[in-house]
T-cell receptor, first 112, second 113 residues
């Protein structure tokens, strides 16, 4: 059974650009969550989607957005990138909300 | 405020030692609690899930317990090995529902051969 797949694994972008990250959940999982991880702040929640609806949103500026498709795959977009957006972005999937979460390997975003 | 504290922040032990990692939380109304391990630069690997009606879970050399009344969970690792070196994170779903996992900052474990 394939795990959670995040693409791309590594990304280097310039300040002011935008970026789209992709997450394919485990087959049969309908809930997808996104987290930002930095050395100083630890894991911070971005958003959660369930059956194509945003169920929760963390305290991030509007430059961060996401969506979920009918096949449960999810994307997150960051516009007008800032140096502080450099982080490991992690996606987790679960069968339903509040059930065991399985994480992908993450996308390492570097903004220069 | 929902908060998870993991003590110690870092731990170094010789190979073969049994060890306990601690996790405490301020929210008494928790739903499921999950322990993860993270290797440097990688994603999180789920180790154990303790569901709301359970008090402990075991997988191989790992045993996790949950005491909701005292707001604590412990992860016991038996006969530690160098391959156990990683950061261990504790996280829970609040019982209030409609709330994402609340994470601690983790314990960085080094097992010395």
């Amino acid at each position: 059974k394939a795990g959670v797949t995040q693409t791309p694994r590594y990304l280097i972008k310039t300040r002011g650009q935008q970026v789209t990250l992709s997450c394919s959940p485990i087959s049969g999982h309908r809930s997808v969550s996104w987290y930002q991880q930095t050395p100083g702040q630890g894991l911070q929640f971005l958003f959660e989607y369930f059956s194509e609806t945003q169920r929760n949103k963390g305290n991030f500026p509007g430059r961060f957005s996401g969506r979920q498709f009918s096949n449960s795959r999810s994307e997150m977009n960051v516009s007008t990138l800032e140096l502080g957006d450099s982080a490991l972005y992690l996606c987790a999937s679960s069968t339903d909300p509040d059930t065991e979460a399985f994480f992908g390997q993450g996308t390492r975003l570097t903004v220069v | 405020k929902q908060e998870v504290t993991q003590i110690p922040a870092a731990l170094s032990v010789p190979e073969g030692e049994n060890l306990v990692l601690n996790c405490s939380f301020t929210d008494s109304a928790i739903y499921n609690l999950q322990w993860f391990r993270q290797d440097p630069g990688k994603g999180l690997t789920s180790l154990l899930l303790i569901q709301s009606s359970q008090r402990e879970q075991t997988s191989g050399r790992l045993n996790a317990s949950l005491d909701k009344s005292s707001g604590r969970s412990t992860l016991y690792i038996a006969a530690s090995q160098p391959g156990d070196s990683a950061t261990y994170l504790c996280a829970y779903y609040p019982h209030s529902g409609n709330t994402p996992l609340v994470f601690g900052k983790g314990t960085r474990l080094s097992v010395i051969a």
